[in-house]
């Protein structure tokens, strides 16, 4: 099997300090990994760089395109990259304010990703939009309205209905669950394993909470310092983690 | 099915001042298809280690660890996450769920990651839940919020409606009344007569007769005391 997705060395310093450092992995199809680790261990950083938002400063980025096989995404032509990150690509950031247009209505934020790959008939994209607004649980008869009127978690709900519209394979997500009370997290868990597991979608999850990995991924990753000390099968790196940073992650955690 | 050859195991605590606890040296095992063998021994000896190493979410220390055709020490996640879909089923102590799936889904799940027809995966997880007396006004909830009893059959059923080559048991009649204990070593009986090759740990020594063809006992891969 091809990896959908190879990191190799992937490095990025801003200034002297070091962003992520050495960053190898392969992601297969259908795999949901998990990075984790305390803020500024650079797992921001490298999701970015995966997914060419930042520019690393060593290491190749390659990804098994539907057209021509793996590819160097870093040295792909830009329109090149922009239409993997339309089509093939999804990224559902943490602020659903970075992810959607927050002056046009919840209809039209699904729509535009539809009409960005070259969909035209309004009937259709409209019909879209209310079945993928129905999926994500907001009710039909919020289709007209504007993201800003809907609470954090439905905004975050429409952020991804908005991402997986078009088919991705590859979803990039950044805390998908952070600044979401438990029990808005909980259904946004259920929602976003579901989509995973129905749709046969890859992903990388960053996150620090160890909870959420574990329902959502099947592998960890463990960053510190902008290194990655630990990786592994996500409960077997968290009931018998080896690494001394991991142990003291897994141990701090407050029990309920 | 099962062949464990002289396997180890310590814990290494980098947050206690490195302290080395070794739990398992030189354990040695094989289960065959159609064959239930018990882990015996105090507690604290290693019987749940064991079982986990097996499992795959304790990382095996040396020697090796053989489940149908994977070797699980050293294996890829994704060979583990496969051998746990098609080869080796687990009924664990605890049951661990998304919130608000409900019942008969967190219990078809197994099936359907392996593979099986979704009504059918439905059907064969309402059967197992009738009989093991989970009343069905219960299947459409989430488990999360049941009795202990209750969630250890669900946790039963998920680990039965599968099924598979080979299975691990942690303590599977525990908390359960006569009726359902006396289910649950017929579903052990049933899996042995279709071929599946079964470690257990049975505090219940009655049931532990019942259905094991032999006891190991763990003590006996105890590591010797340092000096």
Known sequence: MTPLLQAKGVTKRYGARLGCGDVSFDLYPGEVMGIVGESGSGKS????????????????????????????????PEPERRMLGRTDWAFVHQNPRDGLRMGVSAGANVGERLMAVGARHYGQIREQAVDWLG???????????????????????????RNLVTGPRLVFMDEPT??????VQARLLDL????????????????????????LADRLMVMKDGAVVETGLTDQVLDDPQHGYTQLLVSSVLQV | MIQLTDVSKSFVLHNQGGAVIPVIAGASLTVAAGECVALVGNSGAGKSTLMRMIWGNYLCGSGSIRVGGVDVSGAEPREVLHMRREVLGY?????????????????AEPALAGGVPRDKALDRARGLLARLNVPERLWGLS???????EQQRVNIA?????????????????????????????LILEAKARGAAIVGIFHDAAGRAAVCDREIDVSGFAPPARA
């Open chain 2, 158 to 186: 998920r680990g039965f409606v599968h099924d598979l080559p080979a299975m691990l048991l942690d303590e599977p009649t525990a908390s359960l009344d006569a009726t359902n204990r006396a289910v649950v070593l017929d």
């Open chain 1, 178 to 183: 952070g600044g979401l009370d438990v029990s």
């Open chain 1, 135 to 161: 999926r994500v649980e907001i009710a039909p008869d919020r289709i007209d309205d504007r993201p800003r009127a809907f609470s954090g978690g439905m905004q975050q709900r429409l952020q991804i209905a």
């Open chain 2, 91 to 107: 009924v664990s102590q605890f049951l661990r769920v998304v919130p608000r799936v409900p019942t008969l889904d967190v219990v």
């Open chain 2, 143 to 149: 488990p999360t919020t049941f009795s202990g009893g």
């Open chain 1, 45 to 76: 950083t490298l999701l970015s760089c995966l997914a060419g938002h930042l520019v690393p400063d060593a290491g190749k980025v390659i990804y098994d395109t539907r057209a021509q096989g793996p590819r160097d995404v870093l040295a792909l």
């Open chain 1, 192 to 215: 976003l394993r579901g989509l995973v597991r129905e749709m046969g979608l890859s992903a990388i999850v960053v996150t620090h909470d160890l909870a959420v990995v574990r329902l």
